[in-house]
């Protein structure tokens, strides 16, 4: 409500165009957007509904990756303003596009995001993956809960894929793991740059009694 108000007596300038708007990117803008076409997020492949390509299988527990956006332009930005400008309404415009996105699961999933660093979220005053996660399950009317807790401060920016790996061993242990065990859960997330994040958080999950586990995020570099 609070954002709904603000956006009537202090309209955003689209990022694309700058046209005051009520939203950070406008109708016609939307529509330059590079979507990410289906591929395996960790080699390219094309494949079918984003899955994981026979090769990469071994390589990761995911399943599943799917992405909405090629980060850059538009998406780019989007993402750097709700995040490191605390324009938090950009969340809510990448949570309606990625809800396109959903029809590629199966109606019976658990939706769970992947925490963000503890002093990340000081720093903004709100986790992104979780306000993204959130505003999936209440527009789709789908469940969510918060299952993993996040350990430790590693900063993933700039990291080389072998360093993110390093730096997110053990970043992540099980809450309520009754709720995990026979659960297909799809992680939430804003960016998947190499996907060592999501396969951590990925791992933790099945080990505490998963079914499945896949993700949905807004972006990745191409």
């Given at each position: 409500m609070i954002?709904?108000i603000?956006?009537?007596?202090?309209?955003?300038?689209?990022l694309g165009?700058?046209?005051?708007?009520?939203r950070l990117?406008?109708?016609?803008?939307?529509?330059?957007?590079?979507k990410?076409?289906?591929?395996?997020?960790?080699c390219?492949?094309?494949?079918?509904?984003y899955?994981?390509?026979?090769s990469?299988?071994?390589?990761?527990?995911?399943?599943?990756?799917?992405?909405l956006?090629?980060h850059e332009?538009?998406?780019?930005e989007?993402?750097?303003?709700?995040?490191?400008?605390?324009?938090k309404?950009?969340?809510?415009e990448?949570?309606e596009?990625?809800?396109?996105?959903l029809?590629?699961?199966?109606k019976?999933?658990?939706?769970?995001?992947?925490p963000?660093?503890?002093?990340?979220?000081?720093?903004?005053?709100?986790?992104?993956?979780?306000?993204?996660?959130?505003?999936?399950a209440?527009?789709?009317?789908?469940?969510?809960?918060?299952?993993?807790?996040?350990?430790?401060?590693?900063?993933?920016?700039?990291?080389?894929r072998?360093?993110r790996?390093?730096h997110?061993r053990g970043?992540?242990r099980?809450?309520?793991?009754p709720r995990?065990?026979?659960?297909?859960?799809?992680l939430?997330?804003?960016?998947?740059?190499?996907?060592?994040?999501?396969?951590a958080a990925?791992?933790?999950l099945k080990?505490?009694?998963?079914?499945?586990?896949?993700?949905?995020?807004f972006s990745q570099?191409?």
């Amino acid at each position: 409500m609070i954002d709904a108000i603000i956006r009537i007596f202090a309209p955003f300038r689209c990022l694309g165009c700058g046209r005051e708007e009520d939203r950070l990117i406008c109708a016609s803008c939307l529509e330059t957007v590079a979507k990410v076409p289906s591929r395996c997020y960790l080699c390219g492949a094309t494949t079918r509904h984003y899955a994981v390509c026979e090769s990469c299988k071994a390589k990761t527990p995911l399943r599943r990756v799917v992405v909405l956006a090629h980060h850059e332009a538009l998406p780019k930005e989007l993402v750097h303003v709700a995040k490191y400008e605390r324009a938090k309404a950009g969340l809510t415009e990448m949570a309606e596009m990625m809800s396109g996105l959903l029809p590629f699961f199966p109606k019976d999933i658990l939706l769970v995001h992947v925490p963000t660093a503890t002093s990340r979220i000081r720093e903004r005053g709100y986790d992104q993956a979780q306000v993204l996660a959130k505003y999936l399950a209440t527009h789709n009317r789908l469940p969510f809960d918060r299952l993993l807790a996040r350990l430790g401060q590693a900063h993933q920016v700039g990291a080389k894929r072998s360093e993110r790996i390093a730096h997110v061993r053990g970043a992540f242990r099980p809450v309520h793991e009754p709720r995990i065990k026979g659960a297909h859960i799809v992680l939430v997330d804003d960016v998947c740059t190499t996907g060592a994040t999501l396969e951590a958080a990925a791992r933790t999950l099945k080990k505490a009694g998963a079914k499945r586990v896949d993700a949905i995020v807004f972006s990745q570099p191409n």
